[in-house]
């Protein structure tokens, strides 16, 4: 898993080298609907084949986007309203899934308010930005985004007992390429059959629906901050980032299938 982790990390470059002004990540809203698919196939070799199988799908379905333009045009062609709805659907969205019965908020209710609460604070709170402004130590530390409220959300729980004190262990970590390429590539364990990409099929259509709402989100960062930074032209181009995603999925599913498949943005980052 810490191989594949390293990987993915990795490709996560492919994007900046390649001109693409975003943090990639992962599909996140898609993990759930993936893991559910990825059940009615038995653990072991049959199932791998499956997440290959959408995985290549999920990547030349990206490329395929890219080359033709047609990222571009659908996002162009989408109204603001819709597209407005995507950015305020997917954040309540992710609210939604913690605090739902059976969510994380249930087992970690005082470590997710305070880390919540204060994420808030240090994103849009106008006095903190007074306060970033008058202290260099809070400038320094706001520049960090959500991490800092991540940290001390993490300090937190273990001190309500909400969180285990984590035992760290610490050693010299061989990635293992040769156990990865036996076990969960399709060199190892063999190629899907025709019959599980045909089944991936509707599971593509979610997968790229959701990553969308990722592109929508990307290009509206860029242009809010083209308002401020008059000084610098990023070009954020749906096409391209549509066919580094695309190279990022398609690579993974041959070395390292990957259930949270590979988005466009990083969106929290």
């Known amino acids: 898993a810490l191989t594949m982790v390293i990987i993915n990390g990795a490709l996560y470059n492919l994007h900046v080298l390649l001109g693409d002004p975003v943090v990639p990540g992962w599909i996140t809203p898609a993990i759930p609907l993936t893991i559910a698919y990825l059940t009615q196939y038995p653990i072991g070799p049959e199932r791998t084949q499956a997440l290959i199988a959408l995985q290549l799908l999920v990547g030349i379905f990206f490329v395929l986007m890219g080359i033709t333009g047609a990222a571009k045009k659908l996002i162009n062609w989408v109204p603001d309203s ?22 994380r908020f249930e087992q970690f209710p005082i470590t997710i308010l305070i880390g919540g609460l204060l994420a808030l604070f240090f994103l849009f709170s106008r006095r903190f930005k007074e306060w970033r402004r008058q202290s260099k ?34 050693e010299v ?71 580094i995603s695309g190279f990022r999925n398609i690579i993974q599913a041959f070395i390292s299938p990957y259930t949270q498949l590979c988005g466009p943005l990083w969106a929290a980052v």
């Open 173 to 243: 970590f061989v990635p293992r390429f040769g156990e990865l390429f036996r076990e969960v590539t399709p060199f190892g364990i063999g190629f899907p059959a025709l019959r599980l990409f045909v089944a991936a099929l509707p599971m593509l259509f979610a997968a790229y629906i959701i990553a969308f709402g990722d592109f929508v989100t990307s290009k509206a960062l860029i242009t809010e901050a083209d308002e401020v930074r008059k000084d610098e032209k990023i070009d954020f181009n749906e096409n391209r980032s549509n066919l």
């Open 82 to 103: 819709i597209k407005a709805g995507i950015l305020l659907g997917a954040g309540m969205a992710a609210v939604i899934g913690e605090v739902k019965p059976g969510g």
């Open 137 to 170: 130590a809070i400038d320094s530390i706001a520049k960090y985004g959500m991490l800092p409220a991540l940290a001390i959300a993490l300090i937190i729980g273990p001190i309500v007992k909400e969180l285990p004190i984590p035992q760290i262990e610490w």
